[in-house]
């Protein structure tokens, strides 16, 4: 992505803008004029069109930043496969001894705050490339959402808003310009999009060797996943084709209340081809690299959302440090009911009674039957794709299948 959009996107040097020629791809952005929601298929006043064969995007409708990189995400969803490179809603970070994690999730689940670690190289927060020459970063900067931002949890992003960062609908005092992170009148989604070397350990250029890690992040309110799974190949399939999450007032105009959401391949609005295709590319990559994937819940514990807790920022940076160090690896593990999800015994730095969500339930009976209501969810959305074969492996797709929930 190299234009310039708010420093988000791979910005020219002075040399290639000399010979910049013409661009590759052209946006419209009319976001002060919507669109007529009463043409076929509108279901709203805004709108974002894309001409592939034009290479031209036209949005409308909208003010909102996101829309520009997710259009252009949407485009490398199409020609990326096409050259064999896996394109990935995924944050991605690197450790000092090369060894590189893939954070994919929903809006909301983590991308961002969990690639953006002090004891890492970022890479990205948001799109990267799978290549047969490891990652590789969409875009030149994050776009992180601030509400409740605070310099004691977040430090990385506290200090990268500066000079040159532009927030998107806080709240802030016109005369000492102090921002209200905590101020949600505007919308929960503000944002801070910063250049990516506002993040003093950013690897630059944004690129890296290939992951040794696969982590799906899943922000659950019903409360029932586990904080941490250490999920096989199929496994990893089959909750890389469901893309769950389940959705808390944010990004999402309208949302209020947690609604189970299942994005296929955690984009299912930027994905152009079969959700399997992505899935198939992603498996032949991770068993040729040895990845190993992991389902990592960042939201509920102790009960639904409502009257349960989200899980402490501190405990899910501890699991993913065990995940980086390689030290979960060597856990010990049992298995769970109904998802059949392996889960570690102990980690160092979270109490052990929360890495089974049953423990966590004061009323065992409500646990087992949220449980049983997500798998039930699960299994739903998945006969969309029971019809698909992964490749030409049938076998495959049996075991993708089998690796879902079970009862
Ligand atoms: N346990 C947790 N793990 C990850 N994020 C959490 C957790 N608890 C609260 N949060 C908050 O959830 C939000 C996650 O948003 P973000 O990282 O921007 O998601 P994404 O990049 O996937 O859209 C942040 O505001 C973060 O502070
Ligand atoms: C820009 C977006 O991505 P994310 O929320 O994952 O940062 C969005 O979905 O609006």
Redesign the pocket.
Known sequence: MNCGVVGRCIRPTDEELENFGTPDFTIYNAGQFPCNRYTHYMTSSTSIDLNLARKEMVILGTQYA?EM??GLFSVMHYLMPKRQILSLHSGCNMGIDGDVALFFGL??TG??TLSTDHNRYLIGD?EHCWSDYGVSNIEGGC?A?CIDLSREKEPDIWNAIKFGTVLENVVFDEHIREVEYGDKSVTENTRAAYPIEYIPNAKLPCIGPHPKNVILLACDAFGVLPPVSKLNLAQTMYHFISGYTALVAG?EDGIKEPTATFSACFGAAFIMLHPTKYAAMLAEKMQKHGATGWLVNTGWSGGSYGSGNRIKLAYTRKIIDAIHSGSLLNATYEKTDVFGLEIPTEIEGVPSEILRPENTWGDKKAYKSTLLKLGGLFKNNFETFTNYKIGKDTKLTQEILAAGPNF
Do not use: Q, V
Request: charged share 45%.
């Open positions: 996101g990189k997710k809006s909301g991308k961002t948001d776009y959402k990004t």
